[in-house]
């Protein structure tokens, strides 16, 4: 592994010491007007061992940003990660102890859902490649682990 700091966080993460799923505080920024940038890295599965159906991570992401909205006006985005293993969550300023019910209550939303919202050519760059029963199988996976979601780092 290279020992020279990388400009991208998650990238300066030993992802080998991990233990999904979690969710963590991955970045702050501070902005000149003095808003505050939290971002989440929110993981379903262990990196390089796992990973979620990509139908699968379409819909959490666009049930999720869609879902949270309702419980937060600090939401700013909410995107897949490219190696399938979770999420990012951008918010204005939640703190983890704000951030974890409001993700709860999405993700408790997505299990209730009948459809996955905007999952059309209309609204969607690839509406068909969508699986509400396989999003809701992976966030009930991820739910039942909820007393472990801090604990970043194997013991």
Not at 56 to 81: G, K, W
């Amino acid at each position: 592994m290279n020992d020279k700091r990388m400009n991208t966080e998650s990238f300066n993460l030993d992802h080998r010491t991990v233990a999904a799923p979690y969710v963590r505080a991955a970045d702050r920024k501070v902005l000149p007007g003095g808003d505050v940038l939290i971002k989440y890295d929110v993981r379903f599965a262990q990196p390089n061992r796992a990973h979620i159906d990509i139908q699968a991570v379409h819909s959490i992401e666009h049930m999720t940003a869609e879902f949270m909205r309702n419980h937060t006006d600090r939401l700013i985005d909410f995107s897949p990660m490219g190696c399938l293993t979770g999420f990012y969550c951008l918010t204005l300023g939640l703190e983890l102890d704000e951030f974890l019910p409001i993700l709860e209550a999405s993700f408790k939303d997505i299990l209730g859902a009948e459809e996955v919202p905007a999952a059309n050519e209309v609204q969607c760059g690839w509406g068909v490649n969508h699986s509400l029963e396989k999003a809701q199988a992976a966030v009930r996976d991820f739910l039942a682990a909820r007393p472990e979601w801090e604990q970043v780092t194997k013991q």
